[in-house]
């Protein structure tokens, strides 16, 4: 399983554009990109996922580069109800195994 | 749909009792899982269930931890008997089964072993 590392923390502020790389270097050719959002006293959510270049939905915008080792979490214009853990996940193709671990945990200040 | 529902939301015991969380699936799901979330491990995977079946055990932290999943609708994580560092909030999610599928995650049991 491909291992991912995100950082532990990140502050921002109201209406500013929040980017979160997370990194998988040894990602395989079936493994996908999974990010979840975790509000406090909540479970995770998904919010998005992509297999390469650009994923966009109404709530954020996933970006993959072609060597597919990175990616990024693209939250525009954040807002104080943002303040949330997001988890980057590698899911393998035929893997029921999905690793969390501890997130990034991104605060908004106003 | 209700979503994952999960019971009890807290609970309170002391050290050495038997303590079962519960945990009901969204409807149509064959995968379900149990994960167990502390400040300093993060969010961790104890068992996944696959058709009814224990398919990955292997997050078990120990033989006190036993999980049971008796038809699609309903599964139990059993502690016994608890132990302080049991405290944690345990999640209960649920997919279809595929591999890639977003996992739908219940409310959590927040457990506190006094």
């Known amino acids: 399983l491909a291992k991912t590392t995100q950082p532990i923390s990140m502050d921002s502020y109201e209406g500013q554009e929040v980017n979160i790389t997370c990194s998988h270097n040894?990602?395989?050719?079936?493994?996908?990109i999974t990010w979840y959002q975790q509000f406090p006293s909540q479970g995770p959510r998904f919010i998005i996922q992509g297999y390469k270049t650009k994923v966009t939905n109404e709530v954020a915008s996933l970006f993959i580069p072609a060597d597919r080792k990175s990616s990024t979490l693209s939250l525009p214009r954040v807002s104080l109800s943002d303040t949330a853990v997001y988890y980057c996940l590698v899911q393998s193709g035929g893997s029921y195994i999905p690793t969390f671990g501890r997130g990034t945990s991104l605060i908004v200040h106003p | 749909d209700a979503g994952v529902i999960q019971s009890p939301r807290h609970e309170v015991t002391e050290m050495g009792q038997e303590v079962t969380l519960r945990c009901k699936p969204i409807?149509?799901?064959?995968?379900l899982f149990w994960y167990r979330q502390t400040m300093m491990r993060g969010l961790e995977l104890l068992i996944y269930f696959n058709n009814n079946v224990p398919i990955d055990d292997s997050g078990m932290p120990e033989d006190r931890f036993s999980a049971k999943m008796p038809n699609a609708s309903f599964s139990t994580l059993k502690i016994q008997p608890s132990e302080p560092r049991d405290s944690a909030v345990y999640f209960c999610a649920s997919s279809l089964s595929n591999s890639y599928n977003e996992q739908f995650f219940g409310p959590g049991t927040r457990l506190t072993v006094l």
């Open positions: 040894n990602i395989a050719t079936n493994d996908y």
């Open positions: 409807s149509g799901h064959n995968s």
